[in-house]
């Protein structure tokens, strides 16, 4: 929703100052020119990146016009979630979890937690560590490495779809270059025409330099950073799970652990303590 208030006002502004100006607004209208710059910018997009870059990119944009699945309902019951396994872990052993790490989906623990559950990438990454724990291979020194690379993978990849969008909004105002040049090229074999068309014909032209840098850095460009901000907010839930699960591995109780990965949270979604605990009494 931000996205399109955000579109109308850059609209608004750009177009509406305009036309207070005394432009007209009809002489913006160059469909031709747009054809030129998306068309360009389209090709050159599946030209530069792979065919999973391309994927991912596409099946990333729905996402830029719903809000943050990552907000403090979804924090809270994620340390929710993971205080009744440590807690679990604590009154019955490692091996009380094993039918709940295997089969998340059938496990009565988790159902009680559907926000954290419908995340297959969270379920995975917390399943797979304590799988591990389960184990009994690794110590905390290791496992924490391990943790601290997949996390790295992770969000290495969650960052490909804006940098795909932030080079395709780098290369419009080129095509918008592009685009104004042709529109000199016609204008100059045009050479001969009264005055007046041949101004409209040089107006026509400027458009394309116009319209390249306006869709860069009104449209395109700040689509690349919202998908970058995306890819920050859906670590940090896999750091809060890191936090938790090494407090808990260097012999703190399921409470204590639990609060190290409160802290872990930004100031915006991080929940109080009182809060917290309020929130895991009513799940238990």
Do not use: W
Not at 10 to 26: E, K, R, T
Not at 50 to 57: E, M, W
Not at 107 to 136: C, N, Q, W
Not at 172 to 196: K, L, Q, W, Y
């Amino acid at each position: 929703m931000l996205v399109i208030i955000g579109y109308v006002v850059v609209c608004v502004s750009v177009f509406g100052g305009f036309a207070l100006a005394g432009g007209h607004m009809g002489a913006l209208f160059q469909p031709v020119e747009l054809l030129m710059i998306g068309g360009g910018a389209g090709g050159a997009f599946f030209v530069g990146n792979s065919a999973k870059t391309i994927k991912a990119t596409l099946k990333s944009i729905p996402s830029l016009f719903k809000g943050s699945k990552y907000s403090k309902d979804s924090y809270m019951e994620l340390m929710a979630l993971l205080y009744e396994l440590l807690g679990k872990v604590r009154k019955e052993g490692l091996m009380a979890i094993e039918g709940d790490v295997e089969n998340p989906h059938e496990s009565p623990v988790f159902a009680k937690y559907p926000k954290i559950l419908a995340d297959h990438h969270v379920v995975e990454f917390l399943t797979d560590y304590l799988r591990i724990m389960v184990s009994g291979n690794l110590n905390a020194m290791e496992i924490e490495n391990l943790m601290d690379v997949e996390i790295e993978t992770h969000h290495h990849e969650a960052l490909v779809p804006s940098h795909a969008i932030a080079k395709v909004g780098d290369g419009m105002p080129a095509f918008g270059i592009v685009a104004a040049v042709m529109g000199v090229v016609h204008t100059m074999e045009s050479v001969g025409i009264p005055p007046a068309e041949l101004g409209i014909l040089i107006a026509h032209a400027l458009v394309g330099t116009f319209l390249g840098i306006l869709l860069a850095y009104g449209f395109v460009g700040p689509l690349a950073g919202l998908l970058e901000q995306k890819a920050e907010e859906s670590t940090k839930m896999f750091q809060t799970i890191k936090v938790t699960l090494l407090a808990n591995l260097n012999g703190y109780a399921p409470a204590m652990a639990v609060e190290f990965g409160r802290k872990a949270l930004l100031s915006s979604e991080r929940p109080g303590f009182a809060e917290l605990e309020e929130h895991v009494k009513q799940k238990r």
